[in-house]
């Protein structure tokens, strides 16, 4: 058997027109969602994820800021401009991109974002009325998961959802967001022992380890779904994700791939919060 791919362009695509279908409907009621984007230092990374972030900005109608800052600024500085953009009424979305130099504390960085502008969900606020199921910013990669499973037809609830690591940016939210689904959660991460009893139990494997081809086809129960969350270079340059593609495919009932899989999903759903966001200040 040959896994379905689920192609994260395709609704992406759809995604993002509706939402720009939406934000013209915003600025016919005077407001004009609007996001602004920090970037500390040089990484070249995050420039180009920042850039991806303004692009999609400007393709869905939105007003964007990006905000660039050398190396050497201090946290007072960053702090001092996050209230600043918390009072801007023209801006309903901050995100800082991460990471930060390390002289800066990301922590009380975020906690600084005003959890009604923080569009990454990754406030302490926004994370505990995930958990608590209430109305949240959700942190756009696991929201975009999500959205990805359900547009595919894949049913969440009763099924047994395996995370394969637990960052606080993907693992652990997506575990909880599947969770709240009604699925049956069981997180892996570097310390657990015999991965593979784990995930051949899996109905549904979420890849979040940062390692290329880490799960392979001795991972997959057959038919079982497997998304991938990875962003890796293999020795070739080239990139790949978390899981062995190829082989992974033929064991797999649905499969992502990398790249074009989870990747364009995660800043359609940034565009989603920033949007959400500009609703709620209507109301
Ligand atoms: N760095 C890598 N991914 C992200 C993200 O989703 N948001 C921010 N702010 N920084 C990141």
Do not use: W
């Amino acid at each position: 058997m040959t896994a379905t791919i689920i192609d994260g362009k395709e609704i992406a695509k759809k995604k993002k027109q509706e939402i720009a279908n939406e934000v013209e409907k915003l600025k016919a009621e005077g407001i004009v969602p609007g996001l602004a984007v920090i970037l500390v230092g040089d990484n070249q990374a995050s420039r180009t994820y920042v850039n991806s972030k303004q692009r999609a900005c400007k393709e869905l109608g939105m007003h964007s800021v990006q905000i660039e800052y050398p190396e050497s600024l201090t946290e007072e500085e960053l702090l001092g401009k996050i209230a600043e953009l918390n009072q801007d009424d023209t801006i309903h979305g901050i995100l800082v991109q991460l990471p930060l130099p390390k002289a800066i504390n990301e922590t009380r960085v975020i906690e600084a974002i005003s959890p009604e502008k923080d569009v990454d969900g990754f406030h302490p606020v926004n994370i505990g009325r995930m958990i608590t199921g209430q109305d949240a910013f959700i942190s756009c990669t696991p929201f975009g998961i999500l959205v990805m499973l359900k547009e595919a037809g894949i049913e969440i609830a009763g099924k047994h959802a395996v995370v394969v690591g637990r960052s606080n940016i993907v693992g652990k939210p997506v575990g909880q967001l599947l969770l709240n689904e009604n699925a049956t959660v069981t997180y892996c991460h570097s310390r657990t022992k015999d991965l593979e009893k784990h995930t051949l139990e899996a109905d549904i494997i979420v890849a979040a380890v940062g390692r290329a081809g880490f799960i392979t086809e001795r991972h997959v129960k057959p038919g079982a779904v497997v998304i991938d969350v990875g962003i890796n270079r293999n020795e070739a340059g080239k990139l790949c994700g978390d899981v062995a593609f190829e082989e992974a495919k033929e064991k797999a009932g649905f499969i992502t791939p990398v790249p074009g899989g989870v990747g364009p999903m995660t800043i359609t759903m940034l565009m989603f919060n920033t949007l959400k966001s500009a609703r709620n200040h209507l109301n």
